[in-house]
């Protein structure tokens, strides 16, 4: 009697494990790990082309840089996502100020570091599928200059089309994405939960970002 | 039995005394019930001393931007990049032993061993710690304390805490903090010997060789962050569940166009499967 209900509570915690984690084919999923890697390795390569040259003036770098990022991030979802249940409470008009706002913050924002970055060798090392469309690519990025290498994870989607975007970028374990949600979150927090509130700021931020930059 | 120095006993008392103070400023209230949303992002955020926390980061940060960043920045411009790696190893060397309990108590065996051959090989090979040689043959470095070790043990962070001088914590890493402390056979010698300038000068080197190797970072996240305090705080949850799962979790966490709920720190959380990673998602 135990027995058999200790056969039926395994069955049914195996059975919602494999809810959890469906299992994706193992070819499926190699051809997936694939794919990534060598999404990430040719995008590394292509940072390497056309940002590591310090002769390039600033602003040319930042336009490189803006086509780079909506090439290969999946801009709007992550947005969407780092908005999270206040997207719901948008409007229209908020939210496609919102998404242009983000997509500047994050080109003003990284254009130095992945340029920095691209100089750098970045070695793939592993690849993690985590569900049909989407893997964890495990890079490792080695510095001239000597000391530990970086621990870079790219969260990588694919989709129908067979088209490769990143997601979310992990830093030595840090997320991009849910930093920013963090960030984003508390600054509508403060102001009354409202979204309008956070474009008024990211404006502000955005602005100072770009004087800065012309400097 | 360690006798501790009055001046390290007084320390404690005023840290303490600086982290009672804002509490008078109050708590962070919790929202309206009835927006389960709202409440579970309250949660989530786990930080129910907030204004006092915020009181506590913007008088580090003053001193920080007085004291720290400069001296930080002097040491990084005008000492050789020979001389701060010298710096910045032996100080890990010397770390040693609150290393090697820490993994052991962890049931690491394999860190352990790893830790120690380190240490021999840093300390002799590596003339007194000075140059990381282990590192050059495969065997690198890692860092571990007791707050991790609690972790390990099943033992929760507990709210949000922002320490004077020390920074961002947690009840866990902050009994972390003294364990670290009284376990530590430098301080010990200091302690009894009444040398303690041992350990003020050990921790004053420590803050500002930390400091100059997150100069950019900390530069960067200030610079394009909304919120600062906020993104310091995510940082170090995220640095801290990373440490503990010793940079096993970062396909646990949440991304978008995964699952939308936020994980809990450490790790864990379930991945619901989006059939199409970045398909717009819908409202």
């Known amino acids: ?215 | 039995m360690i006798v501790l120095p009055i001046r390290v006993v007084g320390l404690f008392a005023a840290l303490a005394f600086l982290v009672a103070l804002p509490l008078l400023s109050g708590c962070a209230t919790a929202p309206d019930t009835k927006d389960a949303d709202a409440l579970a992002e309250f949660r989530q955020i786990n930080d129910p001393l907030e204004p006092a926390n915020r009181v506590i980061f913007a008088f580090n940060r003053a001193i920080d931007a007085a004291i720290l960043k400069p001296l930080a920045r002097i040491y990084r411009d005008f000492t050789p990049k020979v001389f701060q790696d010298a710096v910045s190893n032996i100080l890990a060397n010397l770390r040693t032993p609150v290393v090697l309990a820490n993994d052991v108590l962890q049931g690491e065996g394999k860190r352990a061993g790893n830790t120690l051959a380190r240490f021999v090989v840093n300390s002799t090979v590596g003339l007194g710690g000075m140059m990381d040689v282990a590192s050059e043959i495969s065997m690198p470095r890692h860092a571990e304390d007791f707050g991790q070790t609690l972790a390990v043990w099943g033992v929760e962070e507990g709210p949000y805490l922002m320490l004077p001088l020390f920074g961002p914590s947690n009840p866990r890493d902050l009994v972390g903090l003294a364990a670290d402390y009284f376990s530590d056979p430098i301080n010990w010698y200091a302690a009894n010997t009444s040398r303690e300038f041992i350990t003020y000068s050990r921790t004053g080197t420590t803050g500002v060789d930390t400091r100059a190797s997150h100069m950019k970072e900390l530069d960067d996240l200030e610079r394009t962050s909304l919120d600062y305090y906020a993104a310091i705080r995510s940082l170090y949850r995220q640095r801290r569940a990373d440490e503990i799962s010793n940079g096993r979790g970062s396909s646990n966490m949440p991304a978008p166009g995964m699952s939308g709920l936020p994980a809990p720190a450490g790790g864990g959380a379930e991945i619901s499967a989006a059939p199409l990673a970045f398909e717009p998602m819908t409202d």
């Open chain 1, 1 to 215: 009697m135990t027995q058999r209900r200790t056969f039926a509570v395994g069955l049914a915690a195996g059975l919602a494990l494999l809810a959890a984690f469906p299992i994706v084919p193992a070819q499926a999923s190699a051809e997936l790990e694939k794919g990534a890697s060598s999404f990430i390795e040719s995008l590394a390569r292509q940072a390497v082309d056309s940002l590591a040259d310090q002769k390039v003036p600033r602003p040319e770098r930042i336009v490189r840089f803006r086509r780079m990022f909506n090439d290969s991030f999946a801009v709007e979802v992550i947005g969407r996502w780092i908005l999270g249940r206040h997207w719901r409470t948008a409007t229209d008009a908020e939210r496609t100020e919102y998404l242009r706002l983000f997509e500047d913050l994050m080109v003003v924002s990284y254009v130095d570091r992945f340029a920095e970055y691209a100089g750098e060798a970045l070695k793939v090392y592993r690849a993690l599928t985590e569900n049909e469309s989407t893997v964890t690519i495990f890079s490792e990025i080695v510095r001239p200059s000597g000391g530990q290498p970086v621990r870079v994870d790219w969260r990588v989607g694919r989709n129908k089309d067979a088209v490769y975007k990143i997601v979310d970028v992990v830093v030595e374990g840090t997320s991009m994405s849910n930093t920013m949600r963090s960030d984003f979150t508390s600054v509508i927090g403060q102001k009354g939960g409202q979204v309008s509130g956070l474009i008024e700021v990211l404006r502000e931020k955005t602005d100072a970002l770009k004087q800065e930059a012309a400097r």
